[in-house]
């Protein structure tokens, strides 16, 4: 419906005589409006946030995207299962998977950070609980913080028994597009990690092989 309202707003009806005949038409609809309209059926047509269209830019010292599982408190305080900080710094990019007290450590590129950072563009776009940790909107017992360029996008959950109702609540839409976001964070971290462990086990065979 939304790309109907632009295709009636964007088509000139035009008029012309051929061998003494009226006829109608329309004229031709430029390549910018049918890239718009295009990507307007692609996305549903939901408002397009300039975040979406940012160009990639340089990484900042300190941009992290940072992963808990097991935010969510009661009788006890939560307990996390798992934790995954992917942090750029002057050496370039480290992260880390804590699981049960133990940790493995690891690194990947800025590129493949940035390209990480590119995937979790939509998360500017989610909402978060409110009043601040007053409930588990996500309703996966995870929060998932983000830091880039000074801005800042954290979720949070009741570390203790007293649980209140947010005023503020997810769409289904929402909810799945921030468990994707949670699956692609663990996924990069554990393919990273495998990868760094692999290549450190091979400098260590080396000198033997020698």
């Given at each position: 419906m939304c790309a109907g309202v632009i295709l009636?707003?964007?088509?000139?009806?035009?008029?012309?005589?051929h061998g003494g005949t009226k006829t109608a038409?329309?004229?031709?609809?430029?390549?910018?409006t049918l890239s718009t309209i295009v990507l307007m059926f692609h996305i549903g047509c939901h408002e397009i946030s300039p975040v979406f269209a940012a160009a990639?830019?340089?990484?900042?010292?300190?941009?992290?995207?940072?992963?808990?599982?097991?935010?969510?408190?009661?009788?006890?305080?939560?307990?996390?299962?798992?934790?995954?900080?992917?942090?750029?710094?002057?050496?370039g990019v480290a992260?880390?998977?804590?699981?049960?007290?133990?940790?493995?450590n690891g690194s990947m590129s800025k590129e493949e950070f940035g390209s990480l950072a590119q995937a979790l563009a939509?998360?500017?776009?989610?909402?978060?609980?409110?009043?601040?940790?007053?409930?588990?909107?996500?309703e996966m017992d995870t929060g998932l913080e983000v830091e880039m360029a000074g801005k800042r996008w954290a979720n949070g959950a009741p570390g203790g028994c007293i649980h209140l109702h947010s005023q503020v609540q997810p769409t289904n839409r929402q909810k799945s597009v921030f468990k994707k976001m949670v699956t692609q964070i663990e996924q990069a971290a554990e393919k990273h990690i495998q990868r760094s462990?692999?290549?450190?086990s091979?400098?260590?065979?080396?000198?033997?092989?020698k």
């Open positions: 009636r707003s964007d088509r000139r009806r035009v008029d012309s005589f038409g329309w004229s031709l609809i430029n390549m910018r990639p830019r340089e990484l900042q010292e300190g941009d992290r995207i940072s992963l808990r599982v097991g935010i969510v408190g009661g009788k006890v305080a939560p307990r996390v299962r798992k934790k995954v900080d992917i942090i750029s710094n002057a050496n992260l880390s998977i804590t699981r049960d007290g133990k940790t493995k939509p998360i500017w776009e989610l909402p978060l609980e409110d009043p601040t940790n007053s409930e588990d909107i996500y462990m692999r290549s450190t091979s400098m260590t065979l080396w000198p033997r092989i």
